[in-house]
């Protein structure tokens, strides 16, 4: 076995014959070619009729003996196969001499018997090495006897073809006029056949090659049944039943002659699965080697029945890799077929991808012909119906190269095929490539069918085939017929396999070898259900990994979609064994959590229990820190209740971490509910810049997105618009691919769907750079087109003749000279004249001059041309796409730019989806976006999701947005821009992030506030807890400060002052109801630090319309007088008693009553007067240096007013009879807020 020759000498046999069969399928088509051709057009009658029918025996013969040049060189292979199957179980001599080494050195140093085991154990390794050997050498024989046992002769000698007899008669005949019978059907080749696609006589059914058979797909004479093979043209071979492979058979599935039964092999047999010779009874379940099922003969067949090698099914009796039922010919798919590489129904010819062909490489059912694509053709190279012609596309065509119908003469209708740029002329339409064909987009030679792509000489039948020697759907490699296989060998080398989705070679049945079966499209892998999976077991679109369940998965084992890790179950996670969805990390239980081993919602950080914990190891909601366990809590190891927000700079409830608007938020600078990443605005987003829901990447814009720059639902690659894509700048859903438009493209640069190879535009193609669908290949179906005006040449010939003869006279005129006077002319001393010239006349002499003669003249000969040229209008080169300009080879549809493109209109590198503009190396995905690095609609930058964002840098700056609207960097939300969001949910706000109607400011939850982050509605300041308050940091209802200074950190309802708690408290400090004063707590109580119940509710101290206040603004608003009845108060000197200091340094003392009073200004530095009593008792003056009396006089005098240096405009109303002075609106709003000069 290692020390011969080898495969080679098998194997170059096998190419021998294989020449030899195309060499008389050559010259068998030339032949019928030429025969045809004369009988169907230029010669008519009884004398070419006899001609045709005496043509037929040698047109058999070449046939025949093709067909048998094909099956010795599949013997020859058959041979090979199982000299390598052989060679392969056989124990290398090697291994053999090792072990006897080293039994020689166990041997000679056993002395003290120490290796007997040793010296046992390799000789029984020895003895089944031998065993071994053994079974291989009766494995190859028996597979080489059964390869060569069914060869038969080749057909009788052309001598012996020639009858002198028939030839005389058939003269007679045609002298005698007599039309002999013919056939009943349709592309029938000899007489007396009843049914379709015949080659021979008196056949009664389809597609026999031979003569007397009744039934269909026979090869041989005297047949009753179907796909039983024997010898052509030799007489008796008289098999009864199905499937026969020899003389004499009755039944089905037998190998040999005169079988009587099934699945019986060799000669004489009755019985069923018999092997041998004149047995009767039944075998074993099976005899043979290697068979599985019942009543199998023969060598390694599956099924009941089978008595040839290597067949699955029901009576197969080939002996090369049968699928079906009662094949008696080789690698065939399908039921009765007798010839070799069928997929189909009783074809007796070979290569056939339908049912009922007689001829070969045909493609539809009842062809005569050779590489046909319809029906009923008796020509070769048709496309079409019932074409006796060559190379027609239409039907009923007697002509040759012709396009219609009914043609009977040559090249009509604009033939031949229509947008065909083989070397040779076909039919069909826009097939390419060397060689003829017929169909349609097929590239190669001698294909027939749909979008096949052959690598050899002899083409491929069927749909979607790559290689050669192919039939059926979707095969890739040599000799191979039935749908979805795949050969593991060069496509140089036959493979040999039958059947359905089978990967491998020398195989038959289904889903054999390395299983590859896959429910949907563009799969790599087993066992998917959905499309364009890398992996096995997945059950949804676009993983790349195995056993998931969903879509957009990278990793193992995931339930959901968009998840990258492995072992997750939910939406969208970044890390491996969580259970919930926007997780970015591992080991988490419940959705949006950013860290490890939580247990809830919302939590950043590790270990956490509970939701919107920002820190590890807490129990609770809202914490911040570490092992603490409650609500709010801020620091390490805390129990209990804390605020309603912890961390810092917090807005809203229950946030923890820092800079937060919103609820349960955990991370940093997060707006929306639940986040626990940075920056997000939305939803349980644990990443960084996202907008949406469960985002755990970085600027996504959607839902559960885990890759970068991504706009859509749960695309784990990065940059993509759409949904589920693993891979990177994708528009579409579901692509593991980069650069594609469309969905479920494993591929790059594609334009459509699956697509597993690259740069295609259209559907299922395996190959690169192709326009079309189910392409294999690489390059084909290109459009190129070459729009030229041609001027021909003008020839310039043509010659002048002048004549020259002409008679001139000259002379014979007479010129008269005038006379002329001179006067007298002075020079000097001297003079001249006068003189007097008289008139004369001079007469010309008469001359007559003659040139040349009658016959002279001046001849000149022009001879040239004017060259012809062509004038290019539109050259576009093939290329994948349609329209695309770009440097680079792209996809789709007038893309242009550098770089490569998939997509419709894009400009610039690497973009995909429609009419994107890039400005870098690695482009956008989606609509209409200008910049780099850029998914979703009309974004205008560098690294945006999102929709109708604009950056504020150069388009070389990354922005870093996602969202809707958004204008700067950095941002994420809607209507975003640098200085806020200007995003409110109602109407009427002027601000930013306000709930509600009418607020002027920002952060705002309510109606109506004016200032910042209230709570409430109708407050007038900021962080109040309520409403109608008028200050800072209120909580309840209606608290003010006093006199138009704001109220600060009351608790309660209509407190007038600061830091009190309670109801209705005038002044600083109080706890209590309808206090005045300062520090007291109770009820009722007047003055300073009084604790208990007042004598029921103080009436003022002074007039409602008079009330004092002492002044400690920044702004020297003027105090009211202190009289009852408008009665002026002195004035007290510069430097008594001070002030009284507010309780924090910074808030207004006393409070003014509701009713506006007239005020007066204290003179800085001094004490305001004290309050007057109520009783009307005139108020004596006071010394200076006293502390001042009040006083009381009648008449109602105004109180003398200093107006202070700062003092705002006033404006005057009139109450309790006195016109009052009052700061304007606008002063009051300064000093409350100066922060909002424009209230």
């Not at 190669?444 to 491929?460: E, M």
């Not at 597993?756 to 299922?764: D, E, I, K, L, Q």
């Not at 001879?863 to 290329?879: F, K, Q, S, V």
């Not at 109506?1008 to 807890?1025: F, Q, T």
């Amino acid at each position: 076995m290692y020390l011969g020759a080898g495969l080679g000498p098998m194997l170059n046999a096998a190419v021998a014959w294989d020449g030899l069969a195309a060499e008389l399928g050559s010259a068998a088509t030339s032949f019928s070619s030429v025969t045809s051709g004369l009988a169907g057009s230029f010669w008519q009658g009884p004398a070419s009729t006899a001609m045709a029918d005496a043509a037929v025996p040698y047109l058999g013969w070449l046939n025949a003996a093709a067909s048998q040049a094909e099956q010795a060189a599949l013997r020859a292979r058959l041979t090979a196969a199982a000299f390598e199957a052989a060679l392969a179980a056989t124990v290398h001599p090697a291994i053999i001499s090792a072990n006897r080494t080293q039994l020689v050195s166990l041997v000679f140093s056993n002395l003290l018997g120490q290796n007997a085991t040793a010296i046992a154990d390799a000789e029984i390794q020895y003895e089944q090495m031998w065993a071994r050997d053994v079974a291989a050498m009766l494995d190859y024989h028996a597979r080489a006897s059964a390869a060569l046992s069914t060869l038969t002769p080749f057909p009788p000698t052309l001598a012996r073809l020639v009858n002198p007899a028939t030839v005389n008669a058939a003269a007679a005949a045609a002298q005698d006029i007599v039309v002999p019978f013919r056939n009943v059907g349709l592309a029938n080749v000899g007489r007396g056949n009843v049914g379709n696609a015949n080659i021979g006589d008196f056949n009664f059914g389809s597609g026999n090659t031979g003569s007397s058979n009744i039934g269909s797909g026979n090869i041989g004479t005297n047949n009753i049944g179907f796909g039983n093979s024997g010898p052509m043209l030799t007489a008796a071979l008289r098999n009864i039943g199905f499937g026969n492979t020899g003389n004499g058979n009755i039944g089905i599935g037998n190998t040999g002659d005169n079988n009587i039964g099934f699945g019986n092999t060799g000669t004489g047999n009755r019985g069923i699965g018999l092997n041998g010779d004149n047995r009767w009874g039944f075998g074993g379940m099976n005899s043979g080697t290697g068979n599985v099922g019942f009543f199998n003969s023969g060598t390694g067949n599956v099924g009941i029945g089978n008595s040839g090698s290597g067949n699955w099914g029901i009576g197969n009796s080939g002996n090369g890799y049968n699928t079906g039922i009662g094949n008696s010919g080789d690698v065939n798919t399908g039921f009765f077929n007798s010839g070799v590489v069928n997929t189909g129904i009783a074809n007796s010819g070979g290569n056939n991808s339908g049912s009922w062909n007689s001829g070969s490489f045909n493609t539809g059912a009842f062809n005569v012909g050779d590489y046909n694509t319809g029906w009923l053709n008796y020509g070769n190279y048709n496309t079409g119906i019932a074409n006796a012609g060559n190379v027609d596309t239409g039907a009923f065509i007697s002509g040759s190269y012709s396009n219609g119908l009914f043609w009977r003469g040559d090249y009509q209708g604009g033939g031949p095929g229509i947008g065909n740029t083989t070397s040779i002329p076909s039919s069909g339409f826009f097939n390419s490539g060397t060689g003829a064909a017929s169909g349609f987009f097929n590239s190669g030679a001698n294909n027939s069918g749909f979008v096949n792509s052959s690598t050899g000489s002899q083409g491929n039948t069927g749909i979607g085939n790559y290689g050669a020697l192919l039939s059926g759907l979707v095969n890739t490699g040599n000799t191979m017929s039935g749908l979805f296989n795949a050969s593991t060998l060069s496509l140089g080398t036959a493979a040999l396999v039958s059947g359905a989705v089978n990967t491998g070679n020398h195989m038959s049945g289904f889903f054999g070898g390395p299983s590859n079966v896959n429910v949907g499209f563009a799969n790599s892998g087993r066992l998917n259900f959905g499309d364009a999976n890398i992996g096995s077991f997945n059950f949804g679109s676009g993983n790349v990994g195995s056993a998931n369940f969903g879509s957009g998965n990278v990793g193992d084992t995931n339930l959901g979609s968009g998840n990258f890790g492995f072992f997750n179950a939910g939406f969208g996670n970044l890390g491996s064994y969580n259970i919930g969805s926007a997780n970015l990390g591992s080991y988490n239980i419940g959705p949006a959590n950013f860290g490890e081993f939580n247990i809830g919602l919302w939590n950043a950080g590790d270990s956490n229990h509970g939701f919107a914990n920002t820190g590890n190891n807490n129990v609770g909601f809202g914490n911040t820190g570490s092992n603490n366990v409650g609500v709010g809590l801020t620091g390490t190891g805390q129990v209990g209740f804390g605020a309603l927000n912890s961390g810092a700079n917090n807005i809203g409830l229950f946030n923890s971490g820092t800079n937060n608007i919103g609820l349960f938020n955990s991370g940093t600078g997060n707006v929306g509910v639940g986040n626990s990443g940075t920056g997000d605005w939305g939803i349980g987003n644990p990443g960084t810049g996202n907008t949406g829901i469960g985002n755990t990447g970085s600027y996504n814009t959607g839902l559960f997105n885990a890759g970068i720059i991504n706009t859509g639902f749960a695309n784990t690659g990065d940059y993509n618009t759409g949904a589920a894509n693993r891979g990177s700048f994708n528009t579409g859903w579901y692509n593991p691919g980069g650069y594609n438009t469309g969905w479920s493209n494993p591929g790059d640069y594609n334009t459509g769907v699956f697509n597993t190879g690259n740069v295609n535009t259209g559907a299922v193609n395996s190959g690169d750079f192709n326009n079309g669908f189910f392409i294999s290949a690489d390059n084909q179906g290109q459009i190129a087109l070459n729009l030229n005006i041609t001027t021909p040449t003008v020839p310039i010939d043509f010659e002048i003749r002048i004549p020259i003869y002409k008679i001139y006279d000259l002379g014979g005129q007479e010129y008269t000279i005038p006379g002329f006077y001179y006067p007298k002319t002075a020079f000097g001393n001297f003079y001249l004249g006068p003189m007097t010239i008289p008139t004369s006349s001079i007469s010309a002499p008469h001359v007559t001059l003659t040139t040349g003669s009658q016959t002279t003249a001046i001849e000149i000969s022009i001879h040239g041309a004017l060259e012809g040229r062509t004038i290019p209008i539109i050259n576009i080169a093939a290329a994948p796409g349609f329209g695309n300009s770009t440097s680079g080879p792209s996809s789709g549809f007038f893309n242009s730019g550098s770089g490569s493109s998939s997509g419709f209109g894009n400009f610039g590198a690497n973009n995909s989806g429609w009419q994107n503009f890039s400005t870098g190396v690695l482009g956008n995905s989606g609509w209409r976006n200008v910049g780099a690095l850029q998914s979703g609609v009309a974004n205008l930058g560098n690294t945006i999701s999102g929709w109708y964002n604009t950056s504020t840098v150069d388009l070389a700056g990354v922005a870093q947005v996602s969202g809707v609207a958004n204008i700067g960097t950095d941002l994420s939300g809607v209507l975003h821009s640098a200085s806020g969001t200007l995003f409110n949910a109602g109407l009427g706000n002027v601000g930013q992030l306000n709930v509600g109607w009418g607020n002027l400011g920002s952060f705002n939850i309510g109606s109506g506030n004016v200032g910042d982050y209230n709570l409430g509605s109708a407050n007038v300041g900021e962080h109040n807890l309520g409403s109608a308050n008028i200050g800072s940091a209120n909580i309840g209802f209606a608290n003010t400060g006093t006199a138009v200074v704001s109220g600060l950190d009351n608790i309660g309802i209509a407190n007038t002052g600061s830091h009190n708690l309670g109801w209705a408290n005038i002044g600083v400090g109080n706890i209590g109801l309808a206090n005045t004063g300062t520090g007291n707590i109770g009820i009722g109580l007047s003055g300073d630090h009084q604790v208990g119940f007042g004598h029921g509710i103080p009436a003022p101290t002074t007039s409602v319309c008079s009330t004092p206040a002492a002044t400690t603004s920044a702004f020297s608003i003027p105090a009211p007088p202190t009289s009852a009845s408008e009665t002026p108060v002195a004035t007290t000197p510069a430097s008594p008693t001070p002030a009284p200091p507010t309780p924090d340094g910074s808030t207004p003392g006393h409070s003014t009553p509701a009713w506006p009073t007239p005020e007066a200004t204290t003179a800085a530095g001094t004490t305001p007067a004290p309050p007057t009593p109520a009783s009307p008792t005139p108020a004596p003056t006071t010394p200076a240096g006293s502390t001042p009396a009040p006083t009381a006089p009648a008449s109602p005098t105004p109180a003398p007013s200093t107006p202070a240096p700062s003092s705002p405009a006033t404006w005057t109303t009139a109450y309790c009879g006195a016109a009052t002075p009052k700061a304007s609106t606008a002063a009051i709003t300064q000093s409350m807020f100066p922060k909002y000069p424009s209230m």
